[in-house]
């Protein structure tokens, strides 16, 4: 098949740490030789486009801030379509906080000064949080996690992600969030079909997630490529809720789907 543009996903597709995970480059450049127009999309909402330009060129893969965006993006579009004039009460890391402010989101630690709780990866998280999130969302506002990331790849081994401290906090307050960004949410994909305007049938997704990846594709409507070089192997896929249309040991392996 003929494909237009591709999703790409960055931790445990094209990269672990800062290094390239081995044939993702070749297969990164056989897919420009292609004519594919590629999207790299990364649920990690720490870090802003411009960082990706400069992580992954030092990785290999020549990229513009246009090919990139992150569940940090995806989240800020969100909140800025939905609590604009709100004050937001962020458990979450320092870079997403600056994304907040330089989107003029205006954020507060006042529990009782908020109106909605943002959740998202804190290295730093601790009980006090806990507590903060619990009261907050005693007062029943809403609650937006970032991503549903659990854990995430890095360079040593697996660490958690987003998605531990979302479900911490909906154990304690006992509800589920009111919204999930990052991939596979609605928001993501209408960012992938704006910045991929092509059928979806000539679109691909190619990620190590089936919850995220390989599910975006799937709503989306596009054609899906697992990779084994992340945090899934095939053992997880036959008894996944979603299936991939292909399963590659690694980018390097694209061929496969683009022939």
């Known amino acids: 098949m003929k494909f237009s543009g591709a999703v790409l996903d960055v931790d445990g ?22 004519g594919v127009e590629t999207l790299f999309v990364s649920n990690n909402p720490t870090k802003t486009p411009p960082a990706y330009v400069d992580r992954l060129g030092t ?3 020549e990229i513009n ?16 379509e939905r609590h604009a004039d709100d004050e937001l009460l962020c ?15 205006a954020t507060t630690d006042d529990v009782d000064a908020a109106d909605a709780l943002v959740a998202s990866i804190d290295r730093e998280f601790d009980y006090d949080d806990l507590c903060t999130a619990l009261w907050a969302l005693d007062r029943d506002i809403p609650f937006i996690g970032t991503d549903p990331d659990v ?22 307050a006992e509800r589920e969030p009111d919204a999930v ?18 059928p979806p049938e000539e679109c691909l ?14 709503r989306a409507g596009m054609t899906t490529a697992l990779v084994l070089s992340g945090v899934t192997n ?25 022939g």
Do not use: C, H, W
């Open 13 to 34: 597709t094209v990269v672990r740490g800062n290094d390239p995970i081995p044939g993702a480059p070749a297969g990164y450049r056989r897919l420009r030789e292609a």
């Open 59 to 61: 990785a290999g893969y």
């Open 65 to 80: 801030p246009d090919q990139v965006f992150t569940a940090g993006t995806v989240t800020t579009r969100y909140l800025r």
């Open 91 to 105: 458990i979450g890391s320092s870079g997403l906080l600056d994304q907040f402010e330089a989107a003029g989101l």
């Open 151 to 172: 854990v995430i790849p890095a360079p040593e081994r697996d660490v958690p992600g987003s998605g531990a401290v979302i479900n911490a906090i909906a154990g304690v």
């Open 181 to 198: 960004l990052g991939k596979p949410s609605e928001t993501a994909i209408e960012m992938v079909r704006e910045r991929l305007p092509y």
């Open 205 to 218: 997704v190619v990620g190590d997630r089936l919850n995220t990846d390989i599910a975006l594709g799937e």
């Open 234 to 258: 095939e053992a997880a896929v036959a008894d996944a809720s979603v299936s991939p249309d292909y399963v590659l040991d690694d980018l390097g392996d694209i061929d496969r789907v683009i």
